[in-house]
């Protein structure tokens, strides 16, 4: 019976799978969605993401998602309205102002030496800004991912969306009318259109077959150190832009957070077998030292997940190459956040404008 297939069967509870289900009950709440996750909802590496909201785009791709991200986070949270984290200004620190200018959008700088400048940074003790850095002044925001995943997920309860957690999907069909989804039990279910979304599972997945070869993706790990420093309710975000790391004044939890770039690669995803290595401490202690003029604060405890990098770096919404009504939407690269609902809106659009 035609009654008994959903409209949209979504399979990845992250941010990016939750982005597409809350887009297309935005616009069809009469439509039968359904999302399944091999966990529960945010159990990947939206459930670890400080969520950084920044204004930077390396190329036209990015500044494109970007964008259309940015719109479609105001729309569901205006101004001030996140589940947990807030809005707040952005100082980026470089020596390299014109490729600063170049990928994102800056509103002013101040003198390195500004009064106000280290007065809103003495929650970092010993911070220092060299006077030959040119900072550049933004907005921006952050909100723990995890936070957001949950929220979306009860939305999405509320208005009838069915969410099954724990239920891995095995193997996806064409039929002649709809697409099959067989659960890892043998259950058996049929939707018009799906959305493949599980993020650094999808390389080792026997769903990858659907995915065609290019852009190859693999995964890579993902560090941040939580330090003892207790941020101040006017804190910035603090961006180091040479070493595209950043320091996050988590208020909430009273820490910062310093992201930075792991360079462990083809990483297998799971949380509980990932940890910080010597190499990742050896790298966040060199970008630190060239901040603090003695001693780095103490690193309390730490965050350590992955996700799934494509070869450009830039997340991909694509049609599968076997199934006609599927889209393979991932590549957060880290930055799934920011990227996450533009990929999901395009995969979306293009489902139900040709299905």
Same mark, same amino acid.
């Given at each position: 019976?035609? *009654?008994?297939?959903? &409209?949209?069967?979504?399979?990845?509870?992250?941010?990016?799978?939750?982005?597409? +289900?809350?887009?297309?009950?935005?616009?069809?709440?009469?439509?039968?969605?359904?999302?399944?996750?091999?966990?529960?909802? =945010?159990?990947?590496?939206?459930?670890?993401?400080?969520?950084?909201?920044?204004?930077?785009?390396?190329?036209?791709? #990015?500044?494109?998602?970007? %964008?259309? =991200?940015?719109?479609?986070?105001? #729309?569901?949270?205006?101004? =001030?309205?996140?589940?947990?984290?807030?809005?707040?200004?952005?100082?980026?620190?470089?020596?390299?102002?014109?490729?600063? /200018?170049?990928?994102?959008?800056?509103?002013?700088?101040?003198?390195?030496?500004?009064?106000?400048?280290?007065?809103?940074?003495?929650?970092?003790?010993?911070?220092?800004?060299?006077?030959?850095?040119?900072?550049?002044?933004?907005?921006?925001?952050?909100? $723990?991912?995890? %936070?957001?995943?949950?929220?979306?997920?009860?939305?999405?309860? +509320?208005?009838?969306?069915?969410?099954?957690?724990?239920?891995?999907?095995?193997?996806?069909?064409?039929? $002649?009318?709809?697409?099959?989804?067989?659960? %890892?039990?043998? &259950?058996?279910? %049929?939707?018009?259109?799906?959305?493949?979304?599980?993020?650094?599972?999808? $390389?080792?997945?026997? @769903?990858?077959?659907?995915?065609?070869?290019?852009?190859?993706?693999?995964?890579?790990?993902?560090? +941040?150190?939580?330090?003892?420093?207790?941020? /101040?309710?006017?804190?910035?975000?603090?961006?180091?832009? *040479?070493?595209?790391?950043?320091?996050?004044?988590?208020?909430?939890?009273?820490?910062?957070?310093?992201?930075? /770039?792991?360079?462990?690669?083809?990483?297998?995803?799971?949380?509980?077998? @990932?940890?910080?290595?010597?190499? *990742?401490?050896?790298?966040?202690?060199?970008?630190? +030292?060239?901040?603090?003029?003695?001693?780095?604060?103490?690193?309390?405890?730490?965050?350590?997940?992955?996700?799934?990098?494509? &070869?450009?770096?830039?997340?991909?919404?694509?049609?599968?190459?076997?199934?006609?009504?599927?889209?393979?939407?991932?590549?957060?690269?880290?930055?799934?956040?920011?990227?996450?609902?533009?990929?999901?809106?395009?995969?979306?659009?293009?489902?139900?404008?040709?299905?």
């Amino acid at each position: 019976m035609t *009654d008994s297939i959903y &409209d949209l069967a979504v399979i990845g509870a992250g941010v990016m799978g939750l982005s597409a +289900a809350f887009i297309t009950a935005s616009s069809r709440p009469r439509d039968r969605i359904v999302i399944f996750d091999r966990e529960t909802v =945010g159990a990947g590496a939206s459930g670890f993401a400080p969520g950084i909201q920044i204004n930077v785009g390396r190329n036209e791709k #990015e500044r494109s998602l970007l %964008s259309r =991200g940015s719109k479609i986070w105001r #729309e569901i949270y205006p101004p =001030g309205q996140w589940p947990s984290g807030r809005d707040c200004d952005v100082f980026w620190l470089t020596r390299d102002p014109e490729e600063l /200018t170049r990928t994102t959008c800056v509103v002013g700088t101040a003198p390195s030496t500004s009064f106000a400048l280290r007065e809103r940074l003495l929650s970092l003790p010993q911070f220092l800004i060299p006077g030959d850095m040119v900072v550049a002044l933004d907005r921006g925001s952050y909100c $723990p991912v995890n %936070s957001i995943v949950q929220d979306l997920a009860q939305r999405l309860k +509320a208005v009838g969306t069915s969410i099954r957690e724990r239920t891995s999907i095995a193997r996806i069909r064409q039929r $002649p009318s709809h697409i099959s989804l067989q659960t %890892s039990d043998d &259950d058996e279910l %049929s939707a018009r259109r799906a959305v493949l979304a599980i993020g650094p599972w999808l $390389p080792e997945s026997p @769903l990858r077959a659907h995915f065609a070869e290019e852009p190859r993706v693999r995964v890579k790990k993902v560090v +941040a150190l939580h330090l003892a420093a207790r941020p /101040t309710t006017n804190c910035p975000m603090v961006g180091l832009f *040479d070493d595209y790391a950043f320091l996050i004044p988590m208020i909430e939890e009273g820490y910062w957070l310093f992201s930075f /770039t792991s360079q462990e690669w083809d990483v297998r995803p799971d949380p509980g077998g @990932l940890h910080i290595s010597s190499d *990742d401490l050896a790298r966040a202690t060199a970008i630190l +030292a060239k901040w603090f003029s003695s001693d780095i604060p103490a690193v309390v405890s730490a965050r350590v997940f992955c996700d799934c990098y494509s &070869d450009d770096g830039v997340p991909f919404s694509r049609p599968a190459q076997d199934v006609a009504g599927l889209y393979v939407i991932g590549g957060g690269a880290g930055n799934g956040f920011r990227f996450g609902p533009a990929c999901a809106e395009e995969a979306i659009r293009s489902l139900y404008s040709h299905h």
